[in-house]
């Protein structure tokens, strides 16, 4: 079974500019989460959908950042116009959206803002 | 708002020596909770999970939680230490709706040495 598939891995940005993140959840899988993980820090929930919908998004700075689940499959997050506290590892992950609900972690992409 | 805390920054045990990793949590009703691992140059990897059931969980590679509802903890176990098993540790805590939020500790590294 394919794990959950993330790009790129890495990227390098300066401030203001946008970027976008990628992911492929474990087929099946109807939840998909976004996690943003400083350094030293917990996973923090961004965003967490359930097939097409958003059922959280209170953590997700919306003036600046974005997703989308389109057909319940794929994501995207996007970071417009990135600030220098965004350099972090943008994990996605995915699960059934029934008990046990134990989460599949995709490699994560490094942020920097420089 | 739901919250966990991992307590101990560090762990350090010499191998074959019994472990223990540390977690407290805070939610509305009654939990799931989760470990997870973080090796180095590694995405998060599921460990063990409590649902319901048995206060004792069994998980990958010999670790073992322990549930306990009075003092809202679910600490991390395992008999006798691998210098494998060094990496991060993250407790998780779910609360129990269908599109209940993931809260994670900020980690415990545990280092052991031969």
């Known amino acids: 079974e394919a794990g959950v598939a993330q790009s790129p891995r890495y990227k390098i940005i300066e401030k203001r500019q946008s970027v976008a993140f990628w992911c492929n959840p474990i087929?099946?899988?109807?939840?998909l989460y976004w996690y943003q993980q400083i350094l030293g820090q917990g996973p923090k929930l961004l965003i967490q959908?359930?097939?097409?919908?958003?059922?959280?998004d209170s953590q997700l700075p919306k003036d600046r950042f974005s997703a989308e689940r389109l057909k319940g499959v794929d994501s995207t997050l996007k970071i417009q116009p990135a600030k220098l506290e965004d350099s972090a590892v943008y994990l996605c992950?995915?699960?059934?959206?029934?008990?046990?609900?134990?989460?599949?972690f995709g490699p994560g992409t490094r942020l920097t803002v420089t | 708002a739901q919250s966990v805390a991992q307590p101990e920054d560090q762990v350090n045990v010499a191998e074959g020596n019994p472990l223990t990793v540390k977690c407290t949590y805070s939610v509305s009703g009654n939990p799931y909770l989760f470990w997870y691992v973080q090796y180095p140059n590694r995405g998060l990897q599921f460990l063990l999970k409590y649902i319901t059931g048995d206060n004792l969980v069994k998980g990958s590679y010999g670790f073992e939680a322990e549930f306990n509802k009075s003092q809202t903890s679910f600490h991390l176990k395992k008999p006798s230490a691998l210098v494998s098993d060094s990496a991060l540790y993250f407790c998780a805590v779910r609360d129990q709706t269908n599109a209940g939020k993931s809260t994670f500790g900020d980690g415990t590294t545990l280092t052991v040495k031969p």
């Open positions: 992950a995915s699960s059934i959206d029934r008990v046990p609900y134990e989460q599949y």
């Open positions: 959908f359930q097939n097409n919908g958003v059922v959280d």
């Open positions: 087929s099946g899988h109807a939840t």
